[in-house]
Nanobody, 125 residues
Framework: QVQLVESGGGSVQAGGSLRLSCTTS????????MGWFRQAPGKEREFVAR????????DYADSVKGRFTISRDNAKNTMYLQMNTLKPEDTAVYYC??????????????????WGQGTLVTVSS
């Protein structure tokens, strides 16, 4: 059974940094595209960033470009999200998502995929 476990969330002041991790078990990590999404209180879940199975291609939401960096270490079965210059509006539960099928891009729409349980990021002003 595939499992995704996020870690690294917490509370930080505006301008600070956090690094989230998402560790996968139960299948060959390096075959699957992955990404990060977030859901702020009272809002719908939204796309943050995604990365191809090999790590050579990345995409970001406009709201995080230049501040967040997605990466992966296939040898450690782990994906990361380095978040710098955090803003109060980045406050949300952050979820990692993996593609259902191998060697296809991760969809940024809908709920289809394998999801982690989420980790809370709180940014205070």
């Amino acid at each position: 059974q595939v499992q995704l476990v996020e870690s690294g969330g917490g509370s930080v002041q505006a301008g600070g940094s956090l690094r989230l991790s998402c560790t996968t078990s139960g299948r060959t990590f390096s075959r699957y595209a992955m990404g990060w999404f977030r859901q702020a209180p009272g809002k719908e879940r939204e796309f943050v960033a995604r990365i191809s199975w090999g790590g050579g291609s990345t995409d970001y939401a406009d709201s995080v470009k230049g501040r967040f960096t997605i990466s992966r270490d296939n040898a450690k079965n782990t994906m990361y999200l380095q978040m710098n210059t955090l803003k109060p509006e980045d406050t949300a539960v952050y979820y990692c998502k993996a593609a259902i099928n191998a060697y296809v891009p991760l969809s940024v729409d809908g709920n289809v995929g394998v999801w982690g349980q989420g980790t809370l990021v709180t940014v205070s002003s």
